[in-house]
């Protein structure tokens, strides 16, 4: 069936990665540099240099190959106020104080570089959450991160036995009951979704392991969660987990695993499918899906895979940048897609012409 929506994109020059978008505020990095731009005022900062692999940071292809611009950074906001900034790059976190200017390395990380988009939470209170996401082959013990204190220091506040999980794919603050959700994988017992108390006291399990479970972002309404299955093993879905009944249904299969998605503020859903190496894994097409209500779905989008190797040369990913926003003004970033490689966007969703394919 055609789509009546498409997205439509406005390049954002400079940004690599934007991190964080609002209408009062813009957050994004090029390679280790931070720029932003707050009420209080805008700037850039570099992030700690990361020996011996910086030294080949001037080049797209081999950051790329050295993952030399995977970072994470997100703004401490208090009362509409940016107080300050968090960022994970080459396994630290870092506290940045902005006025004045002056970075701190406040936390090493045991088993992982950096963690995925949008999955750093702040919690109703105002703490701040993070798990671990490396590859663990070992299948350690994977810790939790709570800070309250807006990133300058941080606690290990839950940690998962050795073998429950691979790592965490984010915690996630759910409005409506109040909780911090959090996501794991990646394989057989290895998918849970944790809802937990603040405090990390009084913890709620969702799954059986399975790949149903496995995924990296949720969305949540007043009646129900949704999430995109991240799965190159099995066929992925569009799941909805009901709040009252506890029922989980499968809305939509896709032609491939989602890693990032998010909810707008008018109501919209939109979710993207990754290109990467498994069964699951339909086409050569990184695709967006949109929904306004979360039961009807339509494609509004699809970028094709470039030609450098995977995973070497990273899959095929649309990423979604933190932040209230809205379908007329959002913001997204791309890897290892034609065209659209190591850039970011400004994007809306409008009605598409008649017999317009995405």
Known sequence: MPSDIRLVLEPLPGAEIVHYASPEG???THGRTVRYRCPAGQGCLNLPWANPRDLAIGLRLLRRLLRLDKCNVLPVIEAGEWKALIAIRAGQ???VQLDPLWLTRVLALRQCRNVLH????QSGSGHHYFGEYGSNPGRQSVPIYRSCTQGRSWECIFEFPAGKARHVHGCFWDPYQR???VCTGDFAGESHLVAADEDFKDLAWFGDGGQQWR??????TPTAIYWGTDSPLEQNHICRLDRRTGNLDFILDLPGPVWYAKRLEDGWLVAATVVERGKAVKDRFAHVFASRDGRTWQEAYRARKDAWKMPYFKNGVIAFA???QTSDCFY???EALVGLDGR?????LEKASEGEAP
Do not use: I, K, N, Y
């Open 93 to 95: 976190c870092c506290h």
């Open 179 to 181: 909780r911090v959700w």
């Open 26 to 28: 813009l957050l994004t």
């Open 322 to 324: 933190d932040g209230p």
């Open 215 to 220: 995924t990296c972002h949720l969305m949540f």
């Open 118 to 121: 949008q999955s750093v939470c």
């Open 332 to 334: 997204l970033s791309a």
């Open 344 to 348: 970011s966007f400004r994007a809306r």
